[in-house]
């Protein structure tokens, strides 16, 4: 039987991270147990790549203020590129309570730290951006460190320097069950075998819940499919646009090679492990894009490179961090509701604090604990894109 100081089950990103973060701070024995034939086939891959400070919540904000100078710095501390674009995130209000809400939230950020984010009004949106149909956009909130990064080298790189440093990953592996003893975890089943360990981490993005049941653990985090659409290159709107969000409907885009990419979180989406790319999305995502960017009615798009991908939604779209009650070295990353890879290099940070030392200064990890469900103490988080 083998033997590891810690397992993690998940090879995406959040699982790279924490893999990378424990190997910095020392650990050795980290094994990250993938069943794909490669990490990132997940929703890893299928990421949109934003990365934003601008959120409501104190603790949404301190995870941001962490992992966006992480990603700025990637290359220099990690030697992989993980493609960092400080584009911008510009959220456009169209009516008095958005930007009431847009300035609640600004004055969170800032007293949060957050130092290059400023209120805009309506007239300067619009000759910032002529090519937007702006006449309804009252103002607006920009923050010029958020951005976009590349999901996948990221997380190639959190992978590639923590086995560089002694992590092991197995690909192609299941885990099948999960033993227990008067301790906590004992050990983990594999199609590879058995390990044995004493500190085990589901970062099984989707698939959370089946893992956690297999520790007896009830975790409430559900699929839910996003589609993603990308035209063809187009150059009627400026390619150093930030991500630019309509508050009116919540269609947002930004550039993405010689192109954009389009994104719209459809209200009428039920929960489900549904990964193929429903076509008659196209027509209601251009519909609002021409809409917002009248040149958009000439977007080419071309639905066969389309994707569609799964978030991991809890009940009050924030991720479930720390160890589970009740059961000693089953640790938990999960439900990050669609904001996994902006937050994964803070989502190392905490779990590696966590699993080797008991705490972490980075947030008030008791905040994101499974245990905040079964004492009512939900979060709410309204700047859920």
Known sequence: MQT??????????????????????????VLVIERESAPGKGSTGKSMGGVRAQFSTPVSIQMSLYSIPFYAGFEERLGYPCDYRPQGYLFCATNENQMAY??????????MGLRNVRLMAGDEIRSMFPQLRGEDIVGGSFCST??????YSAMTGFMTWAADHGAALWKNTVVTAVTTDAAGIASVETTRGKVSTRKLVNCAGPWAAGVAKLAGVDLPVEPLRRMLVPSEPFDDFPHTAPMII???????????????????????????????FDT?????ILTRAADRVPCFANLPVNPKRAWAGLYEMTPDHHPILGEAPGLPGFFLANGFSGHGVM??????????DLILTGKTDLIDASLLSLKRFAEGRLIHETAVL
């Open 4 to 29: 590891a100081d810690v397992v993690i089950i998940g090879g995406g990103i959040v699982g790279s991270s924490i893999a990378y973060h424990l190997t910095v701070q020392g650990c050795r024995g």
């Open 102 to 111: 847009l300035r609640t939230n600004y004055a969170q950020q800032v007293k």
């Open 146 to 151: 958020d951005g976009f990064v590349d999901p």
């Open 246 to 276: 309509d508050m009116s409907n919540g269609f947002h885009f930004r550039p993405e090679a010689q192109g954009f990419l389009l994104a719209w979180n459809d209200p009428e989406e039920t929960p489900g492990f549904k990964t193929d």
């Open 280 to 284: 008659g999305f196209v027509e209601k």
């Open 343 to 352: 937050h994964a290099p803070a989502t190392g940070k905490i779990l590696s």
